[in-house]
């Protein structure tokens, strides 16, 4: 299998507050990986790191085996195939869906040819394409403002998914999203993993349960243990810090 994240012994400090403690752990293509675990135990810092908002004292970040991207800022990362889509929706509510996405498509090019730029056919394509996975394909003339919450989400991800990216981190994305979008959200995540692999931090467990097929539990700045549901649930350790609460 191909590895597209190694992160090794990562250290992240604020003040000398060790939010991230030795954190060593890799990604496969293709997966969609679930971190878990209590409040403060240092999962968006992670992302943080990941993304290049925050950049680690200690460590390393391996990117697609060869690029070490600890120190990359956080647009470089952007070209180079790494998207992070935060808890809060943020599309452009006066915008049309089918327009948040043009502004996407050409945004990775920079702002001053994005101003300039026709939307080529290949990219009307692409957006098409990338609206019919994410089932927004018959709202494309809607205004973003008049989307339900979690069609506002689904907005956000094809945002980063027209964008070509290999790893796509995700916060929350089923946060205040009901049980009939959660499970949706779900399905989504399932047909995404075919084109880039994703990075998701989340605390609905039911969400987890059904949907991932491999987690980390993070506490206290470490991982406490990895691999399948079923396996972590059974761990003493997992259920005294977090699950058996
Ligand atoms: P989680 O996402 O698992 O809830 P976080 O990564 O948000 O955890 O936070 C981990 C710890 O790091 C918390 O104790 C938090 O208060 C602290 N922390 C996070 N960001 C900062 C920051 N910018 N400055 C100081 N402390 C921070």
């Known amino acids: 299998m191909e590895t597209v994240l190694e992160i090794k012994d990562l250290i992240i400090s604020f003040d000398g507050f060790r939010a991230v403690n030795g954190v060593t752990t890799s990604v496969q293509k293709g997966e969609v990986r679930f971190f878990i675990g209590p409040n403060g135990a240092g999962k968006t810092t992670l992302l943080d790191a990941i993304c290049g908002r925050v950049h680690p004292q200690h460590g390393s970040i391996i990117f697609n085996g060869d690029k070490n991207i600890m120190h ?8 180079i195939g790494i998207g992070r889509k935060f808890q809060v929706p943020s ?18 090019r920079g702002i001053a040819a994005s101003l300039f730029s026709e939307i080529t056919e290949a990219q009307q394509e692409k ?61 989504l995540l399932r047909k995404i993993a075919q084109h880039c692999t994703v990075i998701v931090v989340e605390h609905d467990m039911e969400f987890v349960r059904e949907f991932a097929s491999k987690v980390t539990v993070m506490h206290e700045g470490h991982i406490l243990d990895e691999g399948s549901v079923e396996q972590v649930q059974k761990n003493p ?9």
Request: some cysteine; overall charge neutral.
């Open 237 to 245: 350790k997992v259920i005294d810090v977090y699950l058996g609460r």
């Open 72 to 79: 990359y800022p956080e647009h470089k990362l952007v070209n």
């Open 127 to 187: 957006i098409n394409k990338v609206l019919t996975l994410v089932d927004l394909n018959n709202c494309a003339g809607k205004k973003a403002a008049d989307l339900s919450h979690g069609q506002k989400q689904w907005l956000e991800i094809a945002m980063l998914l027209v964008q070509d990216l290999q790893l796509i981190l995700l916060d929350e994305p089923v946060a205040g999203m009901g049980r009939r979008e959660t499970t949706k959200t779900g399905e």
């Open 91 to 108: 599309v452009f509510t006066s915008l049309s869906v089918y327009e948040n996405m043009e502004v996407s498509v050409v945004k990775k």
